[in-house]
């Protein structure tokens, strides 16, 4: 069994050059711009509107050269894309994603619209940052999860 928290099932071939393009700018800003200037600017993506609760992040705590390379190295630019996987895996699979967070929803729902084994769960008022937006919710939805596999 897996859970699967605000994840990228992957992209198509022809959007992977685009994303790592931008992986590659995002990794070289986390070297040279102020942690202040970058964090508010890495928010307002998207992918995070609508999440509730941001996580305090210091500088100190960080290896800014590590954030970099983990940008670029783990860059869904990199990764196959796992939708045919998802729709033939024969394992039970809660994928959580935040009510806010549209574009990954659409995409929970439309994979576990294909396979009866995957069970798609949208927090309510929560964003792509489902455990820091709802950490109670979250952890009853997993814990219902986790009891229902026994």
């Not at 800014?64 to 045919?84: A, I, K, N, T």
Request: charged share 30%.
């Amino acid at each position: 069994a897996a859970v699967i928290i605000s994840a990228n099932a992957g992209l198509p071939k022809s959007e992977r050059a685009s994303r790592l393009k931008n992986d590659e700018r995002w990794a070289q800003l986390f070297l040279t711009e102020s942690f202040e200037w970058l964090l508010g600017e890495w928010n307002k993506q998207p992918v995070f509107a609508g999440s509730i609760n941001e996580p305090e992040r210091f500088e100190k705590d960080y290896d800014r050269r590590q954030l970099s390379e983990s940008l670029f190295r783990w860059s869904v630019g990199h990764q196959e894309d796992f939708h045919p996987f998802l729709r033939e895996i024969e394992k039970p699979i809660l994928w959580v994603t935040g009510e806010e967070d549209t574009r990954y929803v659409q995409m929970a729902q439309k994979i576990a619209a294909d396979n009866s084994n995957i069970q798609s769960c949208v927090i309510e008022k929560s964003g792509h940052r489902v455990i820091f937006d709802q950490p109670e919710v979250f952890g009853k939805k997993l814990a219902g999860f986790l009891t229902y596999l026994k």
